[in-house]
């Protein structure tokens, strides 16, 4: 709820927190003011921004998910209270008061008067960063990760086709692919930021970055398709989980994986499937519902949640 009435905030307000100068609510809202706002809080009067978190301050929220991420925001004349349920509802509540602040003619910082209650409405809110044509620098998806926490963005779905190492087979990693380190400290820089760096691989289609190489070349459905690997053959099979290991053991932390199945346009046809079965509709639609069941078992047995 908030009024029609406005406050300035500049820099004479001051920060108040128990969380420590370290905390990534408290480190974004210096960061964010100075960015967004050319503001500096260097304290000098008795208005301040006070920082809390106090789990259930936010109540009849249904889900343990959204409860977590619920804040509150008092904002009156001398103080503005941010109230989080958690570390990274406050957090969020940083993001929305950054969001808040406008710049009227006469160069001031000013704030609506009132009270917010917010809590999302997604558990999981997606986006999806995809690096098949372009690899960016590491600097750009710190930037990126950093825009989508500011927009409350909790988890990005990294396609990574050949812009991997891949340690299992590496001859799959294009030239500069990002490293395993690289991958690792991307994801705790994201975790910071409460954002799942979401691992996505696509298979068992989309693989012509993979069966381009002599060495993949004989598990390809057809031997003029390298688009994707005869569903039948276990072979094909182990190099598609070493990717995904691969993956996983480069997101420590990351409770999803997201195991893409786009596109399965050769389930059935490869002479290994057509050795046991006909080739018909029915059979083609099992083959990918068996494989996205044994994907399910193989992710939930090293503790990842496969979207």
């Not at 370290?22 to 809202?29: E, F, K, N, T």
């Not at 199945?261 to 083959?287: H, I, K």
Request: glycine share 6%.
């Amino acid at each position: 709820c908030l009024q029609d009435n406005d406050i300035t905030i500049d820099c004479f307000w001051s920060v108040s927190t128990e969380l420590g100068d370290d905390a990534i609510a408290v480190r974004r809202l210096a960061e964010g003011a100075k960015e967004l706002h050319e503001l500096a809080f260097k304290g000098g009067s008795d208005s301040k921004i006070v920082l809390k978190v106090k789990p259930g301050a936010v109540k009849n929220v249904k889900g343990k998910d959204k409860a977590a991420q619920a804040y509150l925001i008092n904002i009156s004349s001398t103080m503005i209270e941010i109230t989080g349920n958690s570390e990274q509802g406050l957090f969020y509540g940083v993001q929305s008061l950054l969001q808040l602040i406008r710049i009227d003619s006469k160069g001031r910082c000013r704030l609506p008067v009132g009270t917010i209650t917010d809590w999302p409405a997604l558990a999981l809110r997606f986006v999806h960063w995809d690096t098949k044509h372009h690899q960016s620098r590491m600097e750009t998806l710190k930037r990126y990760i950093d825009w989508a926490a500011f927009f409350k963005v909790n988890a990005i779905g990294f396609e990574m086709e050949d812009k991997y190492e891949y340690p299992s087979h590496p001859v799959i990693g294009a030239p500069g692919a990002y490293t395993r380190e690289q991958m690792i400290e991307l994801t705790s820089y994201a975790l910071e930021r409460y954002i799942e760096l979401v691992p996505q691989v696509q298979a068992p289609a989309h693989l012509a970055f993979v069966l381009k190489h002599p060495e993949f070349a004989h598990l390809r459905a057809t031997p003029d398709c390298n688009y994707q690997v005869s569903m039948c053959n276990e072979e094909a099979m182990d190099l598609i989980f070493d990717m995904y290991q691969d993956m996983i053991d480069a997101t420590p932390g990351v409770k999803y994986f997201h195991a893409s199945t786009d596109e399965v346009y050769y389930a059935g046809w490869s002479d290994q499937c057509l050795e046991n079965m006909p080739f018909n509709d029915e059979n083609r639609s099992q083959l990918w519902v068996d494989y996205v069941n044994r994907v399910h078992s193989w992710l939930a047995e090293r503790g990842r949640t496969m979207l």
